[in-house]
T-cell receptor
Framework: GNSVTQMEGPVTLSEEAFLTINCTYT??????LFWYVQYPGEGLQLLLK?????DKGSNKGFEATYRKETTSFHLEKGSVQVSDSAVYFC??????????????FGSGTRLQVQP | DTEVTQTPKHLVMGMTNKKSLKCEQHMGHRAMYWYKQKAKKPPELMFVYSYEKLSINESVPSRFSPECPNSSLLNLHLHALQPEDSALYLC?????????????FGSGTRLTVV
């Protein structure tokens, strides 16, 4: 079956530090890949997505590249801000998984950015 | 309108109560979802509606009863819940059932069962 593995958190960084959150996946088909962010007390917001190999998703300074050869979709940001403190979920949607037709989530990584 | 709207935002109910959660979207999305999220965990899929028909029920107890009155609305009827059902309930929608364009989530209903 499909699965998503994220690095354990929490990740604690100082403001303006470089961020990487690792994400790898297992899928039967050619999935679409997503990063969602959840701020405290809120729902999930789509941060970025990529639908095929070598696509780069980007938004609000965050980037992730769909690497089929390493089955990875690592999230990066060059300079984090305190306002980036949140939980980040990597997820996939596999069109070949006709029985499920929904997102498969990683466990989530909590990011804490200190001033 | 690019939002999924969920009401109420907070709900406290007793174990003998009957209540309903509501979800609405006006993006023309043809698939809608209910997820349950416990603290510090990822969302867990409960139900999927595709073209207003229930297509997936992830072995959810019958005390949770979904309803899709039309393509814009999704309800979750609650009856005789247990304290362990306390969680954040998230509604989501997608343009197509495969979700290739992504899923839009509502801000959730935080449910407390007492």
């Amino acid at each position: 079956g499909n699965s998503v593995t994220q690095m354990e958190g929490p990740v604690t960084l100082s403001e303006e530090a470089f961020l990487t959150i690792n994400c790898t996946y297992t899928a039967t088909g050619y999935p679409s890949l997503f990063w969602y962010v959840q701020y405290p007390g809120e729902g999930l917001q789509l941060l970025l997505k990529a639908t095929k190999a070598d696509d780069k998703g980007s938004n609000k300074g965050f980037e992730a590249t769909y690497r089929k050869e390493t089955t990875s979709f690592h999230l990066e940001k060059g300079s984090v801000q305190v306002s980036d403190s949140a939980v980040y979920f990597c997820a996939l949607s596999d069109p070949m998984d006709t029985g499920r037709r929904a997102l498969t989530f990683g466990s989530g990584t909590r990011l804490q950015v200190q001033p | 309108d690019t939002e999924v709207t969920q009401t109420p935002k907070h709900l406290v109910m007793g174990m003998t109560n009957k209540k309903s959660l509501k979800c609405e979207q006006h993006m023309g999305h043809r698939a809608m979802y209910w997820y349950k999220q416990k603290a510090k965990k990822p969302p867990e899929l409960m139900f999927v509606y595709s073209y207003e028909k229930l297509s997936i029920n992830e072995s959810v107890p019958s005390r949770f009863s979904p309803e899709c009155p039309n393509s814009s609305l999704l309800n979750l009827h609650l009856h005789a819940l247990q304290p362990e059902d306390s969680a954040l309930y998230l509604c989501a929608s997608s343009h197509d059932p495969q979700g290739n364009y992504g899923y839009t989530f509502g801000s959730g209903t935080r449910l407390t069962v007492v």
